[in-house]
């Protein structure tokens, strides 16, 4: 019966069979009704019902409940997924683009200055004939080169951005003064020997500490922040540190964390390592540890790409269902089987008052009395079981059975008279114990 009802909730046929359910229970009801002496088998039945029926029913029911949540959350968890690596990949190569702006910004400064070199060289007096023929090959090599990678660069950068007209100025000094020049409280503590930083790390630090500060200005308006740079001879390490915000407006700025990401790209790019997160007083920490001896890390998400995100709306209902469904496979079991039960007891009750001999009326009773005297005192109904008793043997002999109470709280309950007759005269009387 259980695997038909897993059979059937799994199906759609859930309906069908709780209706069918319920005529069992009703006629079991009905059968104790019509029949006293079932009502022993009552308690059974209703057990019986309850664990080969209800239980695996609901057992079936939380069990979907359960597949539809885990279905449910898969399909959130990629859905989020892929939504993560999209964000994370346009940041990565919104990153990979700023870091080809950089390139074009000190590669093509190198080659118009080698460009220049070789224009001035040309000039030079006393210089042989195939001398400066070859010094305007460097020169015109050397500006096409400058162009192209304009032309390459400029694929690669974002349409907003435009190649600046100067070298790019990559010394965190000049951005935290800048910084402090618009407004923003921020003090520079700078360790080391910074003439020996690789240009790669160089940009990497000017990146990490300009998002840094552009990411407390956007989110913590009004709060302080702390560079601080430390150079060995094996990397340099760049701290940005912003106090507690004060009460922020209610129009504050929120960003997607894509800047963060991006910063995870350009430091992983190095061979070093990125972390960021608040700490317990409330402010916020960006820290990058970058290798001077840079080793590339091969392709793949940054490790803060994917952040924890709260459960959707969905999924949140799916997990209320199953939890109900929990419950309701617990609680209504319990509670069918207390009802059905008390109802039988109850009933029982009932029926055994009217096979209730009174004491007074058996203490009355006498030895030879004919059966038409005994009868103005016996109850309507005997016991519908015979109790486990010796009766006495002979033609004609029959034995009838009453209740000495119905109370099912004192010592005699369960206890029975036996009345024995003999051709319709009363032979023998006798008090049973249950």
Request: some cysteine; charged content about 20%; aromatic content about 4%.
């Amino acid at each position: 019966m259980g695997a038909a009802f897993l059979a059937g909730h799994r199906s759609g046929r859930t309906l069908p069979m709780v209706v069918a359910l319920s005529v069992l229970v009703v006629a079991g009801a009905a059968a104790v009704v019509a029949v006293p002496a079932l009502l022993a088998l009552g308690s059974r039945f209703v057990a019986m019902v309850v664990g080969a029926a209800l239980l695996p029913w609901f057992a079936g029911r939380l069990w979907r409940q359960y597949q539809e949540l885990v279905r449910a959350g898969w399909s959130r968890a990629e859905q989020l997924e892929r939504e993560q690596r999209l964000v994370a990949e346009q940041a990565r190569l919104r990153e990979r683009a700023r870091i080809a702006q950089d390139m074009h910004d000190a590669l093509g400064h190198d080659l118009s200055l080698i460009a220049l070199s070789a224009g001035a060289l040309k000039l030079a007096p006393g210089l042989a004939q195939e001398h400066r023929a070859a010094a305007e090959d460097v020169r015109a090599r050397a500006a096409t080169a400058v162009e192209r990678l304009g032309e390459v660069i400029g694929i690669l950068r974002e349409e907003a951005e435009t190649a600046p007209a100067e070298p790019a100025d990559f010394r965190v000094a000049r951005l935290v003064e800048g910084a402090a020049a618009s407004g923003l409280v921020v003090t520079l503590h700078t360790d080391g020997r910074e003439h020996e930083v690789p240009g790669v790390v160089e940009r990497a630090a000017h990146r990490v500490v300009q998002e840094a500060l552009t990411n407390v200005a956007k989110h913590a308006p009004g709060a302080s922040a702390t560079v601080r740079v430390t150079h060995t001879a094996a990397e340099t390490v760049v701290s940005v540190e912003n106090s507690p915000a004060p009460a922020a407006p209610a129009g504050r700025l929120r960003g997607g964390g894509r800047g963060l990401v991006g910063l995870d790209e350009r430091v992983r790019l190095t061979g070093g390592t990125f972390g960021h997160g608040p700490r317990e007083d409330g402010g916020f920490t960006v820290t990058a540890r970058l290798p001077h001896a840079a080793v590339r890390q091969p392709p793949g998400p940054p490790a803060a790409a994917l952040a924890p995100v709260a459960l959707p709306p969905e999924h949140r209902r799916a997990r209320r269902r199953a939890g109900r469904a929990l419950a309701a496979a617990v609680v209504v079991p319990l509670l069918a089987t207390a009802a059905l039960t008390a109802a039988l007891a109850v009933w029982g009750s009932l029926t055994l008052s009217h096979m209730v001999l009174a004491p007074a009326d058996y203490a009355a009773l006498r030895v030879g009395q004919n059966r038409s005297e005994v009868a103005a005192l016996l109850p309507d109904r005997q016991l519908p079981y015979r109790p486990r008793a010796a009766e006495p043997k002979g033609p004609g002999i029959e034995c009838e059975y009453y209740a000495v109470t119905a109370d099912r709280f004192v010592d005699s309950s369960g206890d029975s008279y036996q009345l024995c007759f003999q051709h319709g005269r009363l032979i023998g009387l006798a008090v049973l114990g249950g």
